[in-house]
């Protein structure tokens, strides 16, 4: 699965899966390190990762995907990587459901891609067995909410204080989605 697609400026952006290749490597360092400089609400914070650490990152995606346990995409404009989602699959008793997660670029955030990545990735996810996806989001994250509810997840949960963020504890909104009904099947 590859396609081109047209941010609201223009900006021709495509979007593939992952490959485990020193180009796509060095590219998903660039841009998680300028995610983590930024100190974007994303889970990882802290030091910089390093180049060993994305090397190993990209082989155990690359593989989980390959095994169908997980759905990964990223987002070039060029060479370099402005944003990546996935959804992995849960063990056990959850294995119908995936955790969804996605990080866009700053300067293409309100552009469209969020949306489009998330579109993409979704349609994915059934063809893997998922029936169910669950993502997690810092309440403060007003623009993050607001698309995933207009794709049909619903608030499920709140955890308080369980996230520190820039010097505070700040509310984690569990969200959900039934692939099923988003696709406008019932039982």
């Not at 459901?97 to 866009?104: A, C, D, H, M």
């Not at 293409?108 to 998922?130: D, F, Y």
């Amino acid at each position: 699965m590859s396609e081109n697609f047209i941010t609201k400026s223009g900006k021709e952006v495509f979007i593939r899966p992952i490959e485990n290749t020193e180009s796509d490597v060095k590219a998903a360092l660039d841009f998680i390190n300028k995610i983590i400089e930024e100190d974007a609400m994303i889970k990882r914070s802290g030091d910089p990762a390093t180049l060993e650490e994305e090397k190993e990152w990209v082989e155990n995606t690359t593989k989980k995907v390959s095994q169908g346990d997980e759905i990964f995409l990223a987002a070039f404009l060029g060479e370099r990587e402005v944003g990546a989602t996935e959804i992995t699959r849960q063990g056990g008793r959850s294995k119908h459901v995936g955790t969804f997660g996605i990080t866009i670029a700053k300067e293409l955030r309100g552009e469209g891609l969020g949306r489009e990545l998330m579109r993409q990735i979704l349609q994915e996810a059934s063809k893997i067995g998922l029936t169910h996806i669950e993502l997690h989001v810092y309440e403060k994250n007003e623009p993050a909410i607001k698309l995933y509810t207009s794709l049909g997840f619903k608030e499920v949960g709140r955890r308080p204080e369980a996230i520190a963020y820039q010097g505070k504890l700040i509310t984690d909104i569990i969200m959900w989605l039934s692939l099923e009904e988003a696709s406008g099947k019932r039982p």
